[in-house]
């Protein structure tokens, strides 16, 4: 019998989440972090987003005034996590010892970007972190562990959208732990609602003011 998978989505008042089905059913996951989604969208349920939007378009909302969030557990993004208003994407950034390795070459037959280089003869392994998008499949092939993710976490990206305008979001730099993501996503979209001037969408307010000012603590 063949199982069916299945994307999660979590309906909220003025915001809606979605995440890809590789929280537990996916060999691709970069990170593992089932409760996300929940936590997610529990913290921005206490944001009343839905008021705030209804007050500033004066009307029923539509479809194009939701928040959208959008989780993908890998670079494969799924999700579509580039064009949400809020996206992330796991990521499992390699570390190379060279100490165990064997240069059995699995993990040069698993990459997919051509990003790892093998020296047989010297038992060497190099990786072009320029074409490696992380996302932690030499990692899980390594049978020796020469190749780890010590860094796991999330891209995080604001203001993507499709429409008349359509563009991706804007990635901040480095990777963010899913602990901190329920507070650091609430940030982005407070900061947002009151940054927003007329009928502005995330993306607008990105385009204007720049995706790592929604992250800092306090627009008053
Ligand atoms: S984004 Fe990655 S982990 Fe999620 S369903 Fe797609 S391939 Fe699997
Ligand atoms: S899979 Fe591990 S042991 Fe094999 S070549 Fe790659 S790093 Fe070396
Ligand atoms: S993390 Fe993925 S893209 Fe990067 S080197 Fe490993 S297999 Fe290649």
């Known amino acids: 019998m063949k199982t069916k998978r299945h994307t999660l989505e979590l309906a909220g008042d003025g915001f809606h989440v979605t995440a890809c089905f590789g929280a537990d059913a ?3 996951r970069a990170i ?14 206490e944001l009343g987003i839905g008021d705030t939007l209804r007050g500033r378009v004066g009307t029923q909302l539509k479809a194009h005034h939701i928040i959208k969030i959008a989780i993908s ?3 494969n993004a799924c999700a579509r996590s580039q064009i949400a208003d809020v996206g992330l994407i796991g990521a499992a950034p390699p570390a190379f010892d060279p100490t165990c390795c064997t240069a059995c070459g699995a993990c040069s037959q698993a990459c997919r970007e051509d990003a790892i280089r093998l020296d047989s003869a010297e038992a060497l392994v190099g990786i072009d972190y320029d074409k490696c998008v992380n996302c932690g499949a030499c990692a899980k092939v390594c049978a020796n562990h020469c190749i780890t993710n010590r860094v796991m976490g999330y891209r995080l990206m604001l203001g993507g959208k499709l ?5 991706f979001g804007e990635e901040l730099t480095g990777l963010r732990q899913p602990h901190d993501l329920p507070r650091l996503v609430a940030r982005c979209i407070k900061n947002y609602l009151q940054l927003a001037q007329g009928h502005e969408r995330l993306g607008d307010v990105v385009s204007r003011v720049g995706a790592a000012a929604l992250e800092q603590p306090d627009h008053k």
């Not at 593992?32 to 349920?45: C, I, K, N, V």
């Not at 429409?163 to 563009?167: L, T």
């Open 26 to 28: 996916c060999e691709h």
């Open 32 to 45: 593992e972090s089932p409760a996300l989604p929940q936590r997610l969208f529990d913290a921005l349920g």
């Open 163 to 167: 429409g008349r305008h359509p563009r």
């Open 73 to 75: 557990y890998c670079p």
